[in-house]
Every structure is written in C-alpha cells, then in structure tokens.
C-alpha cells in the first residue's frame, strides 16, 4: 500500500552561456538541437522515444531505459512561448510507469554582454517520496550543462 | 516582461466527510454549487472531466467585465485523497497565469480537512495576492454550501 505524501518545492538554476540568444533559444526550442543535450547519460541509457511539439498545448516527449532495466518517461504540455525569451510548460516524470511528480518548468533567455543567461524555475509536486526536489535540481544542472557543451559544438 | 512565481497554501476544516469534500471537487454537478469567486456573474460555464488526462474549463464572466476562462488537465488522481491540476488563466484573451493546483483531503475529527497548494507563474501585473484571495473566497463558498446541506 502506497504512503501518500506530497512535498511542494521550488528550484531556480542559472547559466551564463558563451552564445548569442539566438543560439541558446533554438537549443531549447528546436527537437533536433535539444535532442543534443536533452536525454539521459549516453553510457547507460537508450532513448526509446523522443518527440517535441512547440506550440501552445503542444506536447513533448522523452522516454528511455537505463541499462539496470528502470524505465524513465517525460512528458510535458507547452503553456507559454515567447520566441525567444520564454518557455513555460507543465510536466510528468515516471520512473517504471508510476508517477514521480508534476512540475511546471519556466525558462527564460536573456541576452548579457554577448552571451546569454538562462534561468530555469522549477515548481514541483513531489509524490509519495519517489524523489526529491534536492535531486530533480541535481539531474537538472547536469542536463543544463550538457545544453552549455551542445552550444560549442557544430 | 519577467514573470513572477509564488506559491501559496489556503487550509479549511469542513463538517462533511472527506468523500463528500473530494466530490465537491470531482463531481460537475457538486462543483457547479459552490464554484465561483464572483458574487454575481452574467454567465457560468464549467466542463469537468476528473480523470487523470481529462479537462476542466470553467469561464465565469462578471457584468460588465471580461471573462476568466479556467483550463485545467488533471496530472495525479488518489481517489477521494488527492488531486494534483495545470491550469491556465485567462482574462478575455490574455493569460494571466499557469499554475499547478494540489488539492487534498483528508478526515479531521468528525469532519475533513481540506488543503489547497498553488504553485504559480504569474504575468504582468496580476499577482499572487488576487489568486489568494479569490481562491480562498471559493473555499469559503464551499464551507457555505456544506453548512446549508446542499452539497
């Protein structure tokens, strides 16, 4: 029998890319740049399905399975898009088909000198202590520096 | 223009079952009693699909002023426990927040507790404190209709 809890936290991550906007948009708006950076480490997990819709009420789509077995699917709805200043969406993280948490994720882009500084907010429900606001941030970072990596290649 | 995010809980003690508190929310017919922020209101319309993946769109319309249209996805259903909701607000055309809703009930004494979390992101100018309020003027609403027997 599940114990059920919730626990509402909110996270903010910042980068200071070397990028112009223009760049740092597309990696976080374009299916094909994102795929780059967005995915789980390629060492011990495999992409079974990816897909991104960027329009209001658009969907996207990770799912995957770590060599351990454990499966992982995201899936989000787009609320807001400013071309290239804003993205807002609501989503779901499952861990082997049972729901983890429903989080809303803002980013915004803001040119600085000439680079460009994103600011990712996260506002998450965490259920029934499958994880942890502490950890979905650690996961986070390393997935924003892989985007910050994806920039400086071709 | 930056957005603003807040957070807020609103807590209630009703004297009703969980079940009947949780229904108030789950079931169209309960939630067309109590529902509204507005004293008066020109016109109502709410759909309310409780599943998990299904709709709710409620677009209350004030004399004299432009509609708030309500649009919500339910994410996380515990059956007469929790509920976990996106929502967007709209006023006329333009959206003025998107939101996550935790909704959860559960027995105090001969009653039910209710606890509310919004978590936000909040545009130009309307802020936290006017979802709080009118949200808390919908829980009161609630203990009304529950208090007269009607729900």
């Known amino acids: 029998m599940t114990k059920r809890s919730t626990s509402h936290d909110t996270f903010r991550i910042e980068r200071l890319y070397d990028a112009a906007p223009a760049r740092v948009w597309r ?128 | 223009m930056p957005v603003q995010h807040g957070h807020f809980t609103l807590e209630r003690v009703y004297p009703a079952s969980p079940a009947r508190v949780f229904a108030a929310f789950s079931v169209k017919e309960k939630k067309q009693r109590w529902f509204s922020c507005f004293d008066d209101l020109e016109s109502v319309e709410i759909e309310l699909d409780f599943r998990v993946g299904g709709h709710e769109l409620n677009r209350l319309k004030p004399p004299g002023a432009v509609a708030h249209v309500m649009r919500g996805t339910f994410h996380d259903i515990v059956p007469g426990e929790r509920f976990v909701e996106a929502f967007t607000m709209h006023l006329g055309e333009r959206l003025i927040s998107v939101s996550l809703l935790t909704v959860e009930v559960r027995a105090e004494g001969e009653g039910a507790r209710l606890t509310l979390t919004e978590q936000g992101v909040f545009y130009d100018g309307y802020d936290q404190a006017e979802r709080e309020e009118g949200t808390a003027v919908g829980l009161d609403r609630l203990g009304e209709i529950i208090a007269a027997g009607l729900l």
């Open chain 1, 27 to 154: 990696a976080i708006s374009d299916p094909a740049a994102k795929a780059k950076w967005f995915r789980g480490p390629p060492d011990v997990y495999t992409t079974t399905e990816q897909s991104m819709d960027l329009r209001v009420g658009g969907r996207e789509r990770l799912a995957g399975r770590f060599d351990s077995g454990m499966t992982t699917a995201y899936d989000a709805t787009f609320h807001d898009i400013v071309e290239g200043e804003r993205l807002v969406y609501a989503y779901t993280m499952h861990l082997d088909g049972t729901q983890i948490s429903v989080s809303l994720g803002t980013m915004e882009i803001t040119p600085e000198g000439g680079r460009t500084r994103l600011v990712y907010t996260e506002q998450g429900v965490f259920l029934d202590g499958l994880d942890t606001a502490a950890q979905r941030q650690e996961g986070t970072e390393q997935l924003l520096d892989a985007l910050g990596r994806s920039l400086s290649e071709a």
